[in-house]
């Protein structure tokens, strides 16, 4: 049994914030603004996940009147969710993620930004990629307003409920 998610998220950046992408805290003059730490990526492999299992969205799970979940972590979003799906015996086929984003560049976080998520995912990294693009200038992205993110998943179950 394969099942096929698929995850997307935007936050506005604003000053006085840490721009947190992937769980890495990556030096920026604009952070992400969010009820969490605003991790729009792992955002995106949240809703993924949830969508792969049919457990509707993150706002479901995690809602931000929740003062639980204010300032948290969201690659302990992630582990929660990712409980929830081993819970159904799913685990990670491979997950694919874009984040769009002007500024500023990523290349050198990347790496780090899987190794936490296939942690978080208890998946082997080489079952994770992440990308990232620019809009060349266009779109509230390219203005630099917002990063946005996608994601997909296929996840399998290891042996039948
Ligand atoms: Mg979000």
Redesign the pocket.
């Known amino acids: 049994m394969m099942r096929i998610g698929h995850g997307y998220?935007?936050?506005r950046l604003v000053p006085e914030r840490k721009l947190i992408l992937g769980g890495v805290d990556i030096p920026n003059p604009l952070g992400l603004l969010?009820h969490?730490d605003?991790d729009?990526l792992l955002?995106a492999i949240c809703d993924a996940i949830l969508g792969a299992i049919g457990a509707g969205d993150?706002g479901k799970h995690f809602p931000d009147t929740d003062a639980r979940y204010r300032g948290i972590s969201s690659l302990k979003l992630l582990g929660e969710v990712m409980v929830l799906a081993r819970s159904h015996n799913y685990v990670i086929g491979n997950l694919d993620a874009t984040v769009i984003a002007q500024s500023p560049k990523l290349a050198p976080h990347i790496r780090q930004m899987v190794e936490n998520i296939a942690e978080a995912c208890e998946a082997d990294p080489t079952r994770v990629n992440v990308k990232a693009t620019t809009t060349e200038t266009l779109g509230f992205e390219g203005r630099g307003e917002g990063i946005s993110a996608h994601a997909v998943v296929l996840l399998f179950q290891e042996f039948e409920e």
């Open positions: 998220d935007v936050h969010g969490s605003a729009v955002h993150i």
